[in-house]
């Protein structure tokens, strides 16, 4: 993956130093209230790798990811992503420099159809790409492109996982966060959702940053991972040598692989 | 997909659409006998008593009334159980989970038929009134009427932006229309500028005081919302009430210039509208005009608001009303949203409201109370919130309602001389609101058409999903 992300980044002459990370995370305490949520995260997602973040419930994943889009905003600490910093940055904003999330409990716009939430997902570009990238999603995911004239609603809780990651695709992201996108899917489902992140990474060299309960699935298919415990990353390494690892194994995937 | 399509499964199953109007018939009209029969002894005569006497009097009227009611009833009680079976017979596009291509939408049942009828009636509604009054002066209170009800169907189409489109509720709502009154009546008696000028500029000003509203209220939703409106629409009436230096407090402003027809004025004599063109001069001439420019007001309103949502504007503005969150993580700004939302709405209700004002001649505070806030948002949300023709529906309905409740004077041979429908206008308004809750909890025309249709345009299931999370 270091050679890939190294391409990536002699292509793209806004990354200012070829190892300085993507997006990096120094410090973050985010509050909600009085109520500490995140007590000084470190994190790094370097360019081309798929980067995993796990814990158990309420340990503050989601609300990292949240603190990343600037909702809600990290009270000490900073992040930054291709050098600038982006921690006092409103939402839309931060979602225009080229960061792609599909937020937890997928969010999609139940009433409009498919295809309205692709284009909702292409209107930072306003639709300049919207048809090449429909395209490339329908192939992708081609349950959607069976479904197009649906209203979001309607479709099984699958596919509109797939829905809420293919929106996100449609802003051309460099670096796209997923919230649980295994979330209360099938099995067989999951695997397929990983696998298209898989692609996404490998042929595309898409970023990932890997939000994830289902930490057998999300630490076999990442690089790198860390592991969060109320509010502190506790632990962090390769994917396979976190998955090898004892205390995780007890913590995170007893009751056996899927 | 790997699912048994309903679809076929329904077509298998045969199911008569049309229900049994014979049999219908033949039931409704037992039905009316035994009515009959029990009316001899209970109703057909009254006892009077007179001295001593007692005398019968004979009520067949009556009778035959309460037959005739009997007899429609039982027919629609057969006509809806029919349809409800059949409805219940055929997969429902909203439950399934494939687009059904065999039942169109009701949207595209009312739309049809519906539309190219209401634009034909609303455009030649003075001639056909003319042709059945039989005379210009005699169809005044009708062609009144519908110019009361588009300024409602225009008032309710600037609100469905708002409220319909961008989700966010809005109890004061008036408030705009009072700006765009006031800004006619104040321009036109101080300046003496003309309506044609006048017009724009009351937009932009409610505009502009749309986005006054907005920027406090940005953070808020729902509930939170509702009453910050509805404090503003009452704050922009008690100012015209108490700032009587400008706007005449509430005696309000009268003799406001009435209306040119492009400069033509509306007078009987040397080089007014009759005489330029030729007519016999007749007052109607500057009604039918006025209906004429409300109607192409609300067809503006309406152009205007189906092209947005198109646009990306538009898209954003339902996106908002579907979820916020997701909208700001897709780089939508939200604050600008939820003004150009204000604004726009706020135009229209401005463009309405010095229609208002040239066609009374005459503004005061008390035209802009929170009731009218109420039937202006009652109209959108009982039209199908986002429904540009159900807001037409709903707007004619309300409006229009209480103004032939007026005329049911034949209740009187039933309750009796005394009897003024009218007065129970607000319990029937009541009654039709609980029946609305009951059968369309959202809205007469609920289903939401997709501002883009590929390829051919067919029936989209699943219309009734759950706003908000998916």
Known sequence: MSTAGANIAMQNPQASTSRQPLLSVRGVKTYYGNIIALKGVDMDVNEGEIVTLIGANGAGKSTLMMTIFGNPRAREGTITYQGQDITRMPTHEIARLSIAQSPEGRRIFPRMTVYENLQMGASMNNLQYFDQDLERVCTLFPRLKERLQQRGGTLSGGEQQMLAIARALMSRPKLLLLDEPSLGLAPLIVKQIFQIIKELNERDGMTVFLVEQNAYHALKLAHRGYVMVTGNITMSGTGKDLLNDPQVRAAYLEGGHH | ?470
């Open chain 2, 1 to 470: 997909m790997n699912a048994p399509s309903i679809t076929t499964a329904a077509q298998t199953q045969a199911v008569t659409r049309s229900f049994d109007l014979n049999a219908a018939l033949k039931d409704a009209f037992k039905t009316t006998l035994i009515t009959l029969g029990l009316s001899i002894p209970i109703l057909a005569y009254r006892t009077d008593q007179a001295g001593a006497d007692l005398f019968l009097t004979p009520r067949w009227g009556l009778v035959a009334i309460v037959c005739a009611i009997v007899f429609g009833l039982r027919l629609v009680l057969h006509a809806f159980t029919a349809s409800r079976a059949y409805g219940k017979a055929t997969p429902s596009a909203r439950q399934a989970t494939e687009a059904v291509h065999a039942t169109p939408s009701a949207f595209q049942h009312v739309s049809r038929f519906a539309l190219p009828m209401f634009l034909g009636v609303a455009l030649f509604f003075p001639l056909i009134i003319y042709l059945i009054q039989g005379g210009l002066t005699e169809s005044r209170y009708w062609v009144d009427l519908g110019i009361l009800i588009l300024t409602y169907v225009m008032l309710g189409w600037g609100l469905n932006i708002v409220v319909g489109l961008a989700g966010l509720l809005d109890l004061g709502y008036v408030a705009f229309y009072a700006v765009g009154a006031y800004t006619y009546a104040l321009l036109s008696t101080t300046f003496g500028l003309s309506f044609w000028i006048c017009l724009p500029l009351a937009g932009i000003l409610a505009a502009f005081w749309g986005m006054i509203l907005g920027f406090p209220v940005l953070r808020l939703r729902g509930d939170y919302l509702a009453i910050v409106t509805l404090a503003f629409g009452e704050i922009i009436r008690l100012v015209l009430i108490n700032w009587v230096d400008v706007t005449g407090g509430g005696a309000g402003i009268s003799s406001i210039p009435r209306a040119t027809f492009f400069g033509i004025p509306f007078t009987a004599g040397e080089g007014g509208f009759a005489q330029t063109f030729g007519l016999e001069f007749n007052s109607m001439h500057r009604m039918i005009f006025f209906y004429y420019l409300i109607l192409a007001l609300a067809l503006i309103t309406n152009f205007v608001t189906m092209r947005l949502r198109k646009l990306p504007v538009g898209r954003a503005w339902e996106a908002l009303r579907e979820d916020e969150i997701a909208c700001r993580s897709l780089g939508i700004n939200t604050t600008n949203t939820k003004l150009t939302a204000f604004a726009i709405g706020a135009m229209f209700g401005g463009f309405a409201g010095s229609f208002f004002a040239v066609r009374q001649g005459f503004v005061s505070p008390e035209s802009f109370n929170f009731l009218e806030s109420a039937i202006i948002l009652a109209i959108v949300v009982l039209g199908g919130m986002g429904s540009q023709i159900g807001v037409a529906i709903a707007a004619i309905v309300l409006v229009g309602g209480p103004e032939i409740l007026r005329n049911l004077t034949f209740l009187q041979s039933v309750f009796g001389a005394g009897f003024d429908p009218n007065e129970y206008r607000l319990l029937l308004f009541g009654i039709g609101m609980v029946a609305m809750m009951v059968w369309r909890p959202r809205g007469l025309i609920s289903e939401r058409e997709p501002s883009v249709i590929l390829k051919e345009r067919k029936a989209i299931s699943g219309s009734l999903v759950k706003e908000g999370h998916g």
